[in-house]
């Protein structure tokens, strides 16, 4: 499935695709911090280009299916990463989801391999979508024997609604939702092109509508606790004030005072 993948990026909606994938994850990892961060499949991205961990990693489910000049760190699949649990500060999971034999337990894979606070990124098809309703198409015509209808080669679309109650009911925080791709995906250039006014209408008028969307969203542990960085210091507390006693060296007015009182009631 995954080389049936890249060659449907190889079409003008394909095309458009990575390039509307690409600026969002661009501005979407620039700031998370962290030491290690892993991109899961989607070699044809540059998903963590734009962010400044020490650690990059990218893995692939099928390595046979990569293109030439193509590169990648190891093979694992989704339901099963090759790291001890809350070791990663970042995952980015590019249509991982909708190629994965198992969405759920890629998602639980997920959340055991990042930290608390560690942030999952997301991008995915929207079935509720011009997008979405030609991949109905294109399984009908596929389930009939007809063919001539390109569209992304995976069994099941993840609505986002959908998406977003699996992730809270793992726990996860939804941070961020994003939505693109308005124009229909259609097979030649000269019509895909004539049709790009829908992009500024769509988001406009029916963002949620888009063909494709980028979610971040945040792993939350209950009763966990963020440390600070050590060179953070707490200011010193203002020394509190001392109260002297001194030595009396006669008698006191108040002594004097409880003397005469002493000597009005005999």
């Known amino acids: 499935m995954a080389l049936a993948w890249r060659q449907w990026l190889s079409t003008p909606a394909g095309a458009y695709l990575l390039d509307w994938e690409q600026a969002q994850l661009d501005d979407l990892v620039a700031d998370v911090f962290g030491y ?15 962010n400044r961990m ?35 500060d970042l995952l980015v999971m590019p249509h991982s989801l909708e190629l994965s034999l198992d969405a759920h337990a890629s998602l639980r894979e997920a959340h055991r391999v990042l930290v608390p606070e560690g942030h999952l990124v997301i991008t995915g098809l ?41 992730l809270r009911l ?13 124009r229909p995906a259609l097979d030649k250039p000269q019509w ?11 988001a406009q008028w029916w963002p949620i509508l888009g063909g494709a969307y980028a979610i971040v969203a945040v ?24 109260t002297i006693a001194h ?15 002493d000597s009005e009631s005999r």
Request: net charge positive.
């Open 219 to 242: 792993k939350k542990v209950h009763g966990s606790r963020i440390l600070g960085a050590t060179w953070k210091r707490r200011r010193p507390q203002a020394k509190a004030a001392v």
């Open 54 to 88: 020490p650690h990059h990693w990218l893995a692939l489910s099928d390595p046979d299916s990569v293109a030439e000049g193509q590169t990648f760190d190891f093979a694992a699949h989704s339901i099963a990463l090759p790291f001890q649990a809350d070791s990663l």
């Open 247 to 261: 030595r009396q060296t006669g008698p006191s007015k108040d002594a004097g005072v409880q003397r005469k009182m």
């Open 36 to 50: 290690h961060a892993l991109q899961l499949g989607m070699p044809e991205l540059a998903a963590l280009s734009a």
């Open 126 to 166: 929207n079935p509720a979508s011009l997008w979405g309703w030609r991949h109905k198409r294109s399984q009908w015509y596929s389930r009939w024997g007809f063919g001539g209808l390109s569209a992304p080669p995976c069994e099941e679309l993840i609505g986002y609604w959908r998406l977003r109650d699996w």
């Open 192 to 202: 895909f092109q004539r049709w790009a006014w829908l992009d500024k209408v769509g």
């Open 170 to 182: 793992l726990g996860f925080e939804v941070k961020v939702s994003r939505f693109g791709c308005w």
